[in-house]
């Protein structure tokens, strides 16, 4: 028996396992239609595992470590065989790793090369976390009729493309996963995090951005060149976009998110377009980021027990145990609560106006001055915890940030009822700036009784007539939070969040060839003909 099955069986909470004595057959060779061989090991019960269910995983990050041992090992020591994929170009499988534009036809062919095999059984699972749940949406509207269940978790079907909006460039995040990719297999590279992740830091401050890959890793990257250069609806990211399948999709899908993770407004996205053609998916959301380390083992808990309750229920032709199709994790009251879609009824917009003085209140606001504040990219408005995939991501302490003078606040008084938000969240900030580019970020905060500001959702959105005093529509983060009695709600306003979204150079050039930072001199509008607000899903306990 392998020492790491208990201990995985408590940290993840699975069920008792049909067996501990696995049989792992490496480097199966799964050929291409273009000649290329991909990498795949096969892992099963030692006997009896021909025939069973296959989950199906393709990976670009590898075969073992974390994903033979969090997600091969109990799934397949609870009732399925499981086939980990290595994908094109990388951990021994042929061709060169074109990151998003491959997995469709790869993928299509795996699933055809699975079905083939004398050990595969008629059912098969989709499984997997971010890349390897992007692969699944790449083939599910020509899955073949084994494929029984989808369980995508912490992804979407549009993975990079939310990041590249032309009104709001999220930096860090594909630029570090390009980072991630292109040095994962060099030697001793788990031993090197500390020194790359200084590397990435200084190429995330490097002028102009065009050569920040070589900063980070030596080379040139075609991926994130593209990422500095094609906003979301390019051309050259038609083959990356499989968000057009999600309504032919026929299979059952359970979807696992997180309330701080980078993909989340595309897999609620994912979720209601399964909801809008009629399907009946399952989504759960929990208060997970997309990698921290205690969320990766509560996510990747989540998933399993998910694949083996509703994937494995699918792959046997039961019918899985009733259960609401939306399970939310509300923030605030730090429980679970079922709902039966997304967004869920019962919560009316409401609007939260920005008040002269740093006040916040449901009443439009009375006379005041523009409050104003100044942003300089040389020292840009640094980005505290939210959805990033940095140690410091989720809810944190937002003291540091706030007392920034490039950083505005406005705070209800003492709150006597709680307030429930569910659902979207968007904001309309009256905005002017001293240049014609710039951004306006606003972050929605939970202060408890201490004082304390926590961040519940926030978004970003970049002007190119900044200098036109305007209403600026801001899309935050959707949540499901609770605001206590005794507490109070927060709304911040800056211009940045360094480097989760690039600094606005206030020049206009590009963002790749972009030298020169101009700072500006910003105001934020608040009276009774400039109604700035943020507007949340409310639910009225009093009705």
């Given at each position: 028996?392998?020492?790491?099955?208990?201990?995985?069986?408590?940290?993840?909470?699975?069920?008792?396992?049909?067996?501990?004595?696995?049989?792992v057959q490496r480097d199966l060779r799964v050929p291409m239609p273009d000649g290329v061989e991909l990498l795949a090991d096969r892992w099963a019960p030692r006997t009896g595992g021909e025939r069973l269910p296959t989950a199906l995983l393709r990976?670009?990050?590898?075969?073992?470590?974390?994903?033979?041992?969090?997600?091969?090992?109990?799934?397949?020591?609870?009732?399925?065989?499981?086939?980990?994929?290595?994908?094109?170009?990388?951990?021994?499988?042929?061709?060169?790793?074109?990151?998003?534009?491959?997995?469709?036809?790869?993928?299509?062919?795996?699933?055809d090369w699975l079905v083939r095999q004398p050990w595969s059984g008629d059912a098969i699972v989709l499984v997997g976390a971010s890349y390897l749940g992007y692969v699944q949406w790449a083939v599910a509207d020509r899955l073949?009729?084994?494929?029984?269940?989808?369980?995508?978790?912490?992804?979407?079907?549009?993975?990079?493309?939310?990041?590249?909006?032309?009104?709001?460039?999220?930096?860090?995040?594909?630029?570090?996963?390009?980072?991630?990719?292109?040095?994962?297999?060099?030697?001793?590279?788990l031993f090197r995090q500390?020194?790359?992740?200084?590397?990435?830091?200084?190429?995330?401050?490097?002028?102009?951005?065009?050569?920040?890959?070589?900063?980070?890793?030596?080379?040139?990257?075609?991926?994130?060149?593209?990422?500095l250069t094609r906003p979301e609806h390019h051309p050259g990211w038609a083959a990356a976009d499989h968000r057009h399948r999600v309504a032919d999709v026929t299979v059952p899908v359970s979807s696992v998110a997180g309330w701080y993770d980078i993909f989340l407004p595309g897999?609620?996205?994912?979720?209601?377009?399964?909801?809008?053609?009629?399907?009946?998916?399952?989504?759960?959301?929990?208060?997970?980021?997309?990698?921290?380390?205690?969320?990766?083992?509560?996510?990747?808990?989540?998933?399993?027990?998910?694949?083996?309750?509703?994937?494995?229920?699918?792959?046997?032709?039961?019918?899985?145990?009733?259960?609401?199709?939306?399970?939310?994790?509300?923030?605030?009251?730090?429980?679970?609560?079922?709902?039966?879609?997304?967004?869920?009824?019962?919560?009316?917009?409401?609007?939260?106006h920005l008040q002269g003085g740093g006040a916040l209140a449901p009443e439009p606001p009375g006379e005041s001055a523009p409050a104003r504040y100044r942003y300089d990219p040389a020292d840009p408005t640094p980005a505290a915890g939210g959805v990033r995939m940095a140690p410091d991501a989720g809810r944190v302490d937002n003291a540091k940030l706030e007392a920034r003078a490039d950083v505005l606040t406005y705070t209800t008084a003492v709150l006597g009822d709680d307030v429930e938000v569910i659902g979207d969240v968007s904001a309309e900030i009256w905005f002017r700036s001293g240049l014609r580019f710039a951004d306006v970020f606003v972050r929605l905060c939970d202060v408890g009784p201490d004082g304390r500001s926590v961040n519940v959702c926030d978004g970003l959105t970049s002007l190119r007539d900044a200098d036109q005093l305007a209403a600026v529509p801001v899309r935050l983060w959707?949540?499901?939070?609770?605001?206590r009695r005794g507490h109070r709600i927060r709304v911040q306003v800056s211009s940045g969040a360094f480097p989760r979204y690039a600094r606005n150079p206030g020049t206009g050039e590009p963002h790749a060839t972009a030298v020169t930072l101009r700072a500006a001199d910003q105001e934020v509008h608040h009276d009774p003909a400039h109604a700035s607000a943020i507007v949340l899903p409310v639910r009225d306990f009093r009705q």
């Amino acid at each position: 028996m392998n020492p790491i099955s208990p201990l995985l069986e408590r940290l993840l909470k699975l069920p008792t396992p049909a067996t501990r004595n696995l049989l792992v057959q490496r480097d199966l060779r799964v050929p291409m239609p273009d000649g290329v061989e991909l990498l795949a090991d096969r892992w099963a019960p030692r006997t009896g595992g021909e025939r069973l269910p296959t989950a199906l995983l393709r990976s670009p990050y590898g075969r073992n470590g974390v994903f033979g041992t969090l997600l091969a090992r109990p799934l397949a020591e609870r009732g399925f065989q499981v086939l980990i994929q290595s994908t094109r170009g990388g951990f021994g499988s042929g061709g060169v790793f074109d990151p998003l534009r491959q997995e469709r036809e790869d993928g299509l062919a795996t699933l055809d090369w699975l079905v083939r095999q004398p050990w595969s059984g008629d059912a098969i699972v989709l499984v997997g976390a971010s890349y390897l749940g992007y692969v699944q949406w790449a083939v599910a509207d020509r899955l073949p009729p084994q494929v029984k269940a989808m369980i995508p978790q912490v992804t979407e079907s549009g993975l990079t493309l939310e990041f590249l909006r032309e009104d709001g460039l999220s930096l860090e995040t594909p630029f570090g996963w390009g980072v991630q990719v292109a040095v994962q297999e060099r030697r001793f590279a788990l031993f090197r995090q500390r020194a790359q992740a200084k590397k990435l830091e200084q190429a995330l401050n490097t002028r102009p951005l065009a050569q920040a890959d070589v900063v980070a890793i030596g080379h040139r990257s075609d991926y994130i060149q593209d990422v500095l250069t094609r906003p979301e609806h390019h051309p050259g990211w038609a083959a990356a976009d499989h968000r057009h399948r999600v309504a032919d999709v026929t299979v059952p899908v359970s979807s696992v998110a997180g309330w701080y993770d980078i993909f989340l407004p595309g897999q609620l996205r994912d979720f209601r377009t399964l909801q809008e053609a009629g399907r009946r998916p399952r989504l759960t959301v929990g208060p997970w980021t997309h990698a921290g380390r205690p969320d990766l083992l509560a996510g990747t808990g989540q998933t399993l027990r998910e694949t083996l309750e509703f994937g494995l229920a699918h792959a046997r032709g039961e019918e899985p145990p009733e259960r609401a199709p939306v399970r939310l994790f509300v923030m605030g009251e730090e429980a679970w609560r079922d709902f039966a879609s997304w967004p869920p009824e019962g919560y009316a917009p409401q609007r939260f106006h920005l008040q002269g003085g740093g006040a916040l209140a449901p009443e439009p606001p009375g006379e005041s001055a523009p409050a104003r504040y100044r942003y300089d990219p040389a020292d840009p408005t640094p980005a505290a915890g939210g959805v990033r995939m940095a140690p410091d991501a989720g809810r944190v302490d937002n003291a540091k940030l706030e007392a920034r003078a490039d950083v505005l606040t406005y705070t209800t008084a003492v709150l006597g009822d709680d307030v429930e938000v569910i659902g979207d969240v968007s904001a309309e900030i009256w905005f002017r700036s001293g240049l014609r580019f710039a951004d306006v970020f606003v972050r929605l905060c939970d202060v408890g009784p201490d004082g304390r500001s926590v961040n519940v959702c926030d978004g970003l959105t970049s002007l190119r007539d900044a200098d036109q005093l305007a209403a600026v529509p801001v899309r935050l983060w959707p949540t499901a939070h609770r605001f206590r009695r005794g507490h109070r709600i927060r709304v911040q306003v800056s211009s940045g969040a360094f480097p989760r979204y690039a600094r606005n150079p206030g020049t206009g050039e590009p963002h790749a060839t972009a030298v020169t930072l101009r700072a500006a001199d910003q105001e934020v509008h608040h009276d009774p003909a400039h109604a700035s607000a943020i507007v949340l899903p409310v639910r009225d306990f009093r009705q």
